[in-house]
């Protein structure tokens, strides 16, 4: 399967006008957004907090995390991000996307809206 990827803009809610644009890669197995600390810097974003996550190569790191607002496919969310290393690529993880429902078309890879955000699940069929 091939990779998706949607441009998003990360922007500091206490000063909206600062903003930065990326390009990032859509991760349906993580849960948080990840941007390299540098760019979210440089929009005035500090660390908020700190949480442990587990890496896909099954090692658990705590990382600085922040707050800010994602708008990515006319949407906009409000995000914790994971403050990443200098070279980290830009990830959009599931839980932006299905808090505006929008979720990957499987056959496709690509990001497709849907008719309405779930609140809760759908009924086993």
């Known amino acids: 399967m091939g990779a998706t990827y949607v441009t998003a803009v990360v922007r500091n809610p206490a000063q909206p006008n600062r903003t930065w644009q990326g390009l990032f890669l859509v991760d349906t197995g993580a849960t948080d957004r990840l941007i390299s600390r540098s760019c979210l ?7 908020r907090s700190q949480r442990v996550y587990g890496l896909a190569d099954g090692r658990e790191v705590k990382m600085d995390i922040t707050v800010a607002e994602i708008e990515f496919m006319g949407e906009i969310v409000g995000a914790t991000i994971v403050m990443g290393d200098a070279n980290a690529e830009p990830l959009l993880g599931v839980t932006a996307l299905e808090s505006v429902g929008i979720e990957i078309d499987p056959h496709n890879q690509q990001l497709k ?13």
């Open 41 to 47: 810097e440089a929009i005035g974003l500090k660390p």
């Open 113 to 125: 809206r849907l008719p309405s955000v779930r609140l809760k699940p759908l009924p086993a069929a």
